[in-house]
């Protein structure tokens, strides 16, 4: 009998592991989607489900009710509340559980990075240093920039922000990686940008803007990650991949 395997997703990295778990005759893939992004990483193969689950207790009772016999959460590095949900979930239901966290990005030479825990000191960070500003931190974050008057901001998301968010004042561009450095590059000269503001994803996919302010001597203003669960972890597809087979193989004793 097949294990059932519920990939928390919405990355490229989450996206990956579906498609390579789908070609394992034992076991079936279930993904599930937040549904935050109108055009996320959707998987290719297997079950996909749209929309959240309603907290740990929510998550817990899908983890019974499917049933559910593998969790693996690869969503976004700041997508806090879900993997710790998922932690407290997969731990009330013995349900095996990993986190597919991908590096986050170190500072190396020649970079000028200001390191900051959170939107509302990356803001305040710019006061006074900053005049035009590069933010790429998403649609939800924007709110948190709106008060800055004296600041012109080129923001880019993957989507628009919702009616009567605040903004600050400047331009949206709709757009999404992966992003080349020749055009990061022209886009920070294009805009006359002295600081970015970005959160450290890590991944290839935007990594191209930390590379071009290093290059053209730009701020960067960088958000670290917020806390993740004390769990399991691993830090790509292979070595999940890797854990999966593990799995089975204590499973099938």
Request: glycine share 8%; hydrophobic share 50%.
């Amino acid at each position: 009998m097949k294990k059932r395997l519920l990939i928390l997703g919405g990355t490229g990295d989450a996206a990956e592991l579906a498609a390579r778990v789908s070609q394992i005759a034992e076991i079936e893939v279930v993904s599930s989607l937040a549904g935050r992004t109108q055009q996320p990483f959707t998987p290719k193969t297997g079950t996909v489900r749209i929309g959240g689950f309603g907290g740990a207790a929510g998550l817990a009772a899908f983890l019974l009710d499917r049933p559910i016999d593998l969790l693996i959460d690869a969503t976004h590095p700041f997508a806090a509340q879900i993997s710790a949900n998922a932690a407290v979930a997969a731990a009330e239901c013995n349900v095996p559980y990993l986190m597919l966290v991908r590096p986050a990005w170190e500072m190396v030479e020649d970079d000028r990075w200001i390191e900051v825990t959170s939107h509302s000191e990356a803001a305040k960070a710019l006061l006074g240093q900053s005049q035009r500003v590069f933010l790429t931190i998403g649609r939800q974050e924007l709110a948190a920039f709106a008060g800055l008057d004296a600041i012109w901001f080129l923001m880019r998301a993957i989507d628009p922000p919702a009616l009567n968010t605040p903004v600050p004042n400047g331009k949206l561009l709709l757009a999404r990686g992966p992003f080349t450095l020749e055009d990061e590059r022209e886009l920070l000269l294009e805009y006359q940008i002295d600081t970015i503001v970005s959160k450290n994803s890590g991944g290839g996919a935007t990594y191209a803007k930390i590379a071009a302010a290093r290059e053209l001597g730009i701020s960067v203003v960088m958000v670290q990650r917020p806390q993740i669960p004390d769990v399991e972890q691993v830090d790509n597809v292979e070595r999940a991949i890797a854990w999966l087979i593990k799995q089975l193989l204590v499973m099938s004793y």
